[in-house]
């Protein structure tokens, strides 16, 4: 906003500045001053920039005929899709679950003062993230051909009980190990950053106290670890639903995989791939408000006034709106002039 003044307003006598040597400043009034909104051009042109492209977008979505929106409507909700989707959350959960367990294992192994344990941890951190995850589930979808048997007894020496390994892991359990294998060593350098930002006098004080160990992780480290953990961890969540595509490779029936068998039947690539993209988009978008919740709640202990909710600004905006419709419904009543204190003019 600028302020400009305007020489129609002035007060009359005043004069302008300028006008000769002998000018009295007037310094001006608030109220004589004309009100100009600042232009934003780059801003506009910015916004026109942006706007333009995406309604080009959005209209040849509705209107190319290449989608195939019937198609799309067909199969989105169909048994065979839905199906799919369940084997994809369930793939996502227990490698999740399991993931974030191991890797919080290995975390604290890394973070042990047993040169042994740091050493081990370090080893399979390193080795699980340079291998691929397609390799590694094709590894253990193969493992039958590695051990025929697998058994319980002595480090080497004799097997008291042992079964036969395609039995033991299934084509689910193969991805499943694979998964969770893969997500532990991200998940250990996760856990591990969260742990390392706490300070590390709140466990000198607990140990002054004499918290035990045990405790101080689970009461002290922990809950304060979350909040530094939850951002990358919820991203590595997201990024392992999407990654679970890859065990199309061993023939299971997830999202991707059905995707691809049902267009390689009827040839219609375009929509089948936008019904694929459109559960990654619902699932990703359900797993990101998920995030947003917990990291509200564990953000309680720093931000005393935490900003409003998606849901509460909606509310709000509601109740402003309909107090405004109120407001213009309002019959108008005059206003009653006051008397100055002292005139009984009119007083009965």
């Not at 697998?150 to 395609?166: A, E, K, Q, R, T």
Request: charged share 15%; proline share 7%; hydrophobic share 50%.
């Amino acid at each position: 906003m600028g302020l400009t003044p305007d020489s129609a307003t002035a007060p009359p006598g005043a004069t302008s500045p300028g006008t000769g040597p002998q000018a009295p400043t007037v310094p001006d009034e608030p109220a004589t001053l004309t009100v100009v909104p600042a232009r934003h051009y780059a801003r506009w042109a910015a916004v026109v920039a942006v706007v333009v492209p995406a309604a080009q977008f959005v209209h040849g979505l509705a209107t190319n005929p290449v989608w195939e929106w019937g198609v799309f409507r067909d199969y989105v909700l169909s048994e065979t899709i839905v199906e799919a989707v369940w084997v994809t959350l369930q793939l996502t959960a227990y490698a999740t679950v399991l993931g974030f367990l191991l890797g919080t294992v290995l975390a604290f192994m890394r973070l042990s003062r047993s040169p042994v344990l740091q050493t081990v941890a370090w080893t399979y951190i390193w080795i699980f993230r340079s291998i691929p995850m397609i390799v590694q589930l094709v590894f253990w979808f193969n493992l039958s051909a590695l051990y025929q048997e697998l058994g319980v007894g002595i480090p080497f020496g004799p097997v008291f009980w042992s079964v036969d390994s395609n039995t033991l892991i299934g084509t689910i359990g193969a991805a499943v190990i694979g998964l969770t294998l893969h997500q532990a060593a991200y998940a250990a350098e996760i856990v591990r950053g969260g742990v390392i930002s706490v300070d590390h006098g709140q466990l000198e004080a607990a140990a002054a106290l004499g918290i035990p160990r045990l405790r101080q992780i689970r009461r002290i480290v922990l809950p304060q670890a979350m909040r530094a953990t939850l951002p990358t961890a919820g991203n590595e969540i997201i990024g392992l639903l999407k990654g679970t595509s890859v065990v199309y490779v061993m023939s299971i029936g997830e999202l991707f995989y059905q995707v691809q068998v049902i267009y390689g039947r009827n040839g219609r690539v375009i929509p089948l791939l936008l019904v694929a993209t459109a559960w990654y988009v619902v699932l990703t978008s359900l797993l990101s408000i998920a995030q947003y919740y917990v990291e509200r709640r564990y953000a309680r202990g720093t931000n005393r006034t935490p900003p409003l909710t998606p849901y509460q600004r909606a509310r709000r905006f509601l109740r402003d709106l309909r107090a405004a419709a109120a407001r213009r419904s309002r019959p108008v009543v005059p206003v009653k002039t006051l008397r100055p204190l002292g005139d009984s003019r009119g007083a009965r």
